[in-house]
């Protein structure tokens, strides 16, 4: 089992990270966030899972054993498969996706491609005491939000001020970073971030 992978990145295109480890690149299969938030010779460390299949071995990999965590179990869930588990840690942060859980709500599954109404409810109830909910302070009970429709959102945005579309997606991957989850549910907090990161010194129409 490959559990992790660290060295150069070879190349981010989409959802496929090329990593070099000891002279061979590793295709590791990640979310387009993180992806974006890559560039090409910067290393990086990746957790990761071999899911092995009659016709292929795919590697998965993670910012944190988390996020591994949350798309095992995920994997648990009948129906719901490497691509679909991977579309909702795109979509749905872990304590986003446990809260969810904790409110019994599949509304926020039900937005991920690929997931139909059965399949929602079937990961609510399979993950159901399985997750840690975060506390009060740090996220909203029952206040789940698709935060890739809210990334997408804040991205439009700075291109609607004048941006380039490449400095407005690193902008907004870089805030997302480093921003509170409460940040990540609402377009005008995670734009405040953007624009922030962006600073005063950058000229709209310009790339960073």
Request: charged fraction near 20%; hydrophobic fraction near 50%; aromatic fraction near 2%.
């Amino acid at each position: 089992m490959i559990s992790s992978v660290r060295g150069p990145v070879l190349s981010a295109l989409g959802s496929v990270v090329v990593v070099e480890v000891g002279g061979i690149g590793f295709a590791v299969q990640v979310v387009p966030e993180l992806a974006l938030s890559l560039r090409i010779g910067e290393e990086v460390r990746l957790t990761t899972t071999l899911i092995v299949r009659e016709d292929s071995l795919t590697l998965f990999g993670f910012r944190d054993a988390e996020e591994l965590a949350v798309f095992e179990l995920l994997l648990g869930v009948t129906g719901v498969g490497p691509k679909s588990a991977l579309g909702v840690i795109a979509a749905l942060t872990p304590d986003q996706i446990a809260s969810a859980v904790s409110a019994e709500d599949d509304a926020p599954f039900r937005k991920v491609s690929g997931i139909g109404p059965k399949t929602a409810k079937l990961i609510v109830l399979s993950l159901t005491g399985k997750l840690k909910v975060a506390p009060p302070s740090a996220t909203k009970p029952g206040a789940v939000v698709d935060a890739s429709a809210i990334s997408e959102r804040v991205v439009t945005a700075l291109i609607g001020l004048g941006w380039q579309e490449k400095t407005a997606v690193q902008a907004v991957v870089d805030a997302s970073a480093e921003a509170a989850p409460a940040d990540l549910t609402a377009v005008p907090a995670l734009l405040r971030l953007a624009l922030a990161r962006l600073g005063p010194a950058h000229t709209p129409g310009r790339s960073a």
